[in-house]
């Protein structure tokens, strides 16, 4: 598994009377920080925590041959737990209208096994979240941050912010994220994002962000709405209740009705752009 680099700068602050303890690792290809309230198991916890992002990589990976996800690309049959991840995709599948798309191995070319059999499954656009929804479940308690190449998924609350799609080291909004996922998805050297519809790679417009209770869904919907474009994604986020945030070309940042709701300290940062709601 290879995932991409995002827009977003996160601030990881854990609220707690003593030094939170942080750690760092590579994982999945980028950098995996971890930050927990100090106590006597904190330690144990986050290696469990980064533990559990190796065992979902070794699931999900289309870099490996030897990853269930690549022997299923070959015609073998999924276990209990990569069956229901499936399944839960292909539903995010029919409710965006296909704007999201799990199976577009064959098109994205993104990584290094064949497909053989009839669906070829591609991890791109939710691996990650789920890697993060499971490392939350290894660190028990207390608040706990964790930014996993940029996607941040948080129990409590931490300070983060979005960059500048053109600037990825130059934030342009921030606000605080509570108990939730933020996850951005932008077109860049980097990463070329398909439009499932229609199989042509979308051009460079800015970035697309979403906010939700898990990080699965965050990583999905960033993606989907990415690729319905600024007015038909707000126009969808708004009917579906979902908190997101564009920042387009022209340097407006706009929100959906949810995100006005659910991120009420929105700060802007960079004074080129402009809030327009």
Not at 19 to 30: E, I, K
Not at 63 to 82: F, K, P
Request: with cysteine; net charge negative; hydrophobic share 45%.
């Amino acid at each position: 598994m290879r995932l991409a680099t995002t827009l977003i700068v996160a601030l990881v602050l854990v609220p707690t009377t003593s030094r939170p303890v942080q750690r760092a690792r590579y994982l999945m290809g980028t950098v995996c920080e971890v930050a927990v309230a100090d106590a006597p198991d904190a330690e144990a916890n986050i290696e469990a925590a980064f533990a559990e992002a190796a065992r979902v990589e070794a699931l999900l990976s289309t870099w490996t041959d030897a990853s269930e996800l690549a022997r299923v690309n070959r015609g073998e049959q999924a276990g209990d737990e990569l069956h229901a991840l499936l399944d839960e995709t292909l539903a995010w599948r029919k409710r965006t209208n296909g704007a999201f798309d799990p199976q577009l191995g064959r098109v994205v070319a993104s990584h290094r096994v064949d497909c053989t059999a009839d669906a070829c499954w591609e991890e791109g656009a939710f691996g990650k979240g789920y890697a993060l929804d499971r490392m939350l479940a290894h660190l028990p308690g207390g608040d706990a941050s964790i930014n996993f190449g940029g996607q941040i998924l948080t129990r409590g609350a931490t300070r983060v912010s979005i960059a500048d799609p053109r600037h990825r080291d130059k934030p342009v909004v921030a606000f605080t994220l509570r108990d939730a996922s933020l996850s951005t998805s932008s077109s860049s050297e980097q990463r070329h994002i398909v439009d499932p519809r229609t199989r042509v790679l979308l051009p460079a417009r800015g970035s697309a962000s979403v906010v939700a209770d898990d990080a699965l869904t965050a990583d999905i919907l960033s993606t989907a709405l990415y690729v319905m474009g600024e007015d038909d994604g707000l126009r969808w986020a708004d009917a579906n209740g979902v908190a997101a945030i564009f920042i387009n070309t022209q340097h407006i940042v706009r929100r959906s009705a949810r995100a006005r709701e659910r991120v009420r300290d929105l700060e802007l940062l960079d004074r080129n752009f402009r809030v327009k709601d």
